[in-house]
């Protein structure tokens, strides 16, 4: 089955055959429990941390596409092998020293929540450890692996877009709630302002979905709507950095293979003011009010993420999903033709023409 293939088994959870591992089991007998997780990741084991509280704002999501055409003026970088923090484009003004990583262990990822203390922008950098960043305006930081594994953290929002290297697996955080991609599995964790946060997995047998105040899980299948037992990840930890550096090359090893393709980037700027890059085949774009698009494999992955009003969405051929804050908020999840939607009040799952979920006052509702 493709999702027992899946290349990120280290940090599967929520199936019946990983029982052994520390997961919230649900069931018409059990209400599960909290757990601090250990997750084994690479040939160490990472503790994660948690997120502070969610925002509660929220708005839709852009709609505006890449700009159209090839620009002609672009800029080759030139950059020297012998500093890892060689800028190769000019700053809005001087950048203020940042760390970005643990001068501990390389194998411990650290939570990079520190927000920047500028909102400029600041240099493209290789950092000691094989990875290279790129700090944006409006306190939006793209990182990369020379794997091709990339990373928004969008410090504004407090947003995180992360994607393989090889493809197969995404996440997205975000105070609407999360989404974590492995293989031909999706979990989702729908925050609740009032704490009852609800929880779905769409995999072959169809949609599970449960909240925090219900004993019950649920399953959306080809029959309808039923109860049934399941198992559902963690999500309040930070699964995006096993996202990002789990089937990458990284470390002080990768160093000079890192600085070799960033010696060889793209960087323009059109005359609509919109920045460009071109990093190891992975094209990055930021418009002058913060929106930044990262495309790869001819568009077949897209991330993108909006400082000013708190959009994200992400785009694989696994997946598409969106959040937004403002009014009209919401988290939606698509994977072929498995669905679900939040907007704060309703949670609404789909699959095989039928529908179930949760109504405003938390009561089970099929449709």
Not at 162 to 173: F, I, K, R, T, V
Not at 325 to 337: A, D, I, N, P, W
Request: with cysteine; net charge neutral.
């Amino acid at each position: 089955m493709a999702d027992q293939n899946s290349t990120l088994s280290d940090f599967r959870k929520g199936t019946p055959e990983d029982a052994s591992e520390s997961v919230r089991t649900r069931s018409l007998y059990t209400a599960y429990s909290y757990h601090e997780e250990t997750v084994e990741s690479c040939q160490d084991y990472i503790t994660y941390q948690r997120y502070g509280d969610f925002s509660k704002f929220f708005e839709p999501p852009a709609t505006d596409q890449w700009p159209a055409g090839v620009l002609a003026a672009q800029t080759a970088v030139s950059f020297t092998s012998t500093s890892p923090t060689q800028m190769w484009r000019l700053p809005r003004s001087p950048p203020k020293p940042l760390s970005y990583y643990s001068n501990d262990d390389v194998c411990v990822y650290p939570e990079n929540w520190r927000d920047p203390e500028s909102s400029e922008s600041g240099p493209a950098i290789v950092t000691p450890y094989g990875t290279i960043s790129l700090r944006l305006h409006e306190r939006v930081r793209v990182d990369m692996t020379i794997d091709r594994a990339v990373r928004i953290i969008n410090h504004k929002n407090n947003i995180v877009i992360c994607l393989s290297g090889c493809g197969s697996a995404a996440a997205l955080l975000h105070p609407n709630g999360r989404v974590y991609q492995y293989g031909s599995r999706v979990e989702i964790m729908a925050h609740d302002s009032a704490g009852n946060n609800k929880y779905a997995k769409m995999w072959y047998k169809g949609v599970s979905f449960t909240s925090e105040q219900c004993a019950l899980v649920y399953l959306v299948d080809a029959a309808g709507t039923r109860t049934t037992t399941d198992n559902f990840c963690d999500m309040g930890q930070d699964f995006s950095l096993p996202v990002f550096y789990n089937d990458s090359r990284h470390g002080p090893s990768y160093f000079q293979e890192a600085v070799s393709i960033l010696q060889s980037s793209q960087y323009w700027v059109t005359e609509e003011g919109i920045e460009n890059w071109i990093v190891n085949n992975v094209r990055v774009s930021q418009t002058q009010d913060g929106l930044v698009r990262v495309a790869r494999n001819s568009n077949k992955y897209q991330l993108r993420t909006s400082p000013s009003n708190g959009t994200a969405s992400l785009t694989t051929p696994f997946l598409h999903c969106t959040a937004s804050m403002g009014q009209t908020s919401h988290l939606f999840v698509r994977r072929g033709e498995r669905r679900m939607h939040y907007d704060g009040a309703s949670f609404i799952v789909r699959n095989a023409g039928h529908s179930a979920g949760f109504d405003e006052k938390n009561q089970l509702k099929v449709y």
